[in-house]
């Protein structure tokens, strides 16, 4: 079994949804942010999603060991970055639609990346190198402003490794002309944002591929509509929020079957963007968890 040092164990393994065992070798650390301010509900909440990850930091900079090290935990929403990572979750300060993160959860978070770096040998800790945002590999706003965070955390990592105590402060890189930023938005993007000013509309028929029961409701997941790669946990559509157009009466959600949003969800704003994989994340009234669709699907859906 390998923990770290400067973890404690809390509710360890309590939970089903981890793989024992690993087929790769860990070289990157995956950080994310709890989306609440209840760092006790974790690791329980695990018990019924289907999620999980190795570590979590509260906003004291307590240090909770979950998942064993040498086990696979599924965080990343991706099987090939789960196998060859460690997930961190971090609780945080304050909730939607901030969700800050305190001082004291980022510096501890440095100190356990830098444990983590050590062990596995991975050098320098270096951003999008061996140490990512969730949103790297899947659709998701998590980690939230940690996704900023990063290279904070890295240099304190660094400061710790090479022997200091991570009292580092990171600095922007200093320029002598202002330096231009690369629009890197998809034109849907740039449509939703410029020209309709983050509102969105579906009126139209979409087709089901499948339906399935999934974290206590019954959801939907449509090629019409969501981004690939695509997972029930944030890709999927409650059904109460859809009109079964093919089956009014019988509200059966048949695979292949027809349907549409209900009038009164069927338009809003779109609360985030994911550039890297083109995604727009909606929330709806109801529900507490926000929903990802390819972009370029949503404009051009009537």
Same mark, same amino acid.
């Given at each position: ?19 024992? /065992? ?6 990157? +650390? ?13 690791p329980g ?8 990850? *190795?570590?979590?930091?509260g906003q004291?900079?307590?240090? &909770? ?10 965080? !990343? ?6 196998s060859s ?5 971090? !609780? ?41 945002? *969730? ?5 998701? !706003?998590?980690? /939230? ?14 400061? +710790?490794?090479?022997?200091?105590? /991570? ?31 983050? &509102?969105?509309?579906? &009126? ?21 509509? =969501? ?47 994911? =550039?890297?994989?083109?995604?727009? /994340? +909606? ?17 051009? *859906?009537?």
């Open positions: 079994m390998t923990v770290s040092g400067l973890a404690t164990q809390y509710g360890f393994q309590s939970f089903p949804h981890f793989t024992q /065992g690993r087929d790769k070798t860990v070289n990157k +650390i995956v950080i994310h942010h709890m989306a609440t301010t209840d760092y006790n509900s974790v909440i695990w018990n019924s999603r289907e999620a999980s990850a *190795h570590y979590g930091i004291n900079g307590e240090i &909770r060991s979950y998942v064993d090290e040498d086990n696979t935990a599924w965080h !990343a929403g991706n099987w090939d970055a789960n990572s460690i997930g961190i979750e971090h !609780a945080n300060l304050t909730g939607a639609p901030d969700y800050d993160i305190a001082q004291a959860t980022i510096d501890a978070s440095a100190k356990l990346v830098a444990d983590i770096a050590q062990r596995y040998g991975f050098g320098r800790v270096v951003p999008y190198q061996n140490l990512f945002p *969730h949103s790297s590999f899947t659709s998701t !706003a998590c980690p /939230g402003k940690l996704k900023d965070k990063l290279q904070e955390i890295a240099d304190k990592a660094n400061d +710790i490794i090479a022997g200091g105590n /991570g009292n580092v402060a990171t600095q922007p890189a200093q320029t002598s002309q202002p330096v231009q930023q690369e629009d890197n938005r998809s034109a849907s993007i740039k449509e939703f944002q410029d020209k309709w000013n983050n &509102r969105w509309a579906i &009126r139209g028929n979409f087709t089901i591929r499948t339906c399935e029961k999934q974290y206590d409701m019954f959801q939907v997941l449509t090629d019409d509509l =969501n981004v690939e790669p695509n997972s029930w946990y944030y890709n999927g559509i409650p059904t109460g929020l859809l009109e079964d157009v093919s089956d009014p009466e019988g509200r059966s959600f048949e695979d292949g079957a027809t349907v549409r949003f209900k009038d009164g969800v069927n338009s809003g704003v779109i609360a985030a963007y994911d =550039n890297n994989s083109n995604a727009v /994340g +909606i929330y709806f009234a109801g529900y507490r968890d926000m929903i990802w669709f390819d972009a370029d699907k949503f404009l051009a *859906h009537p």
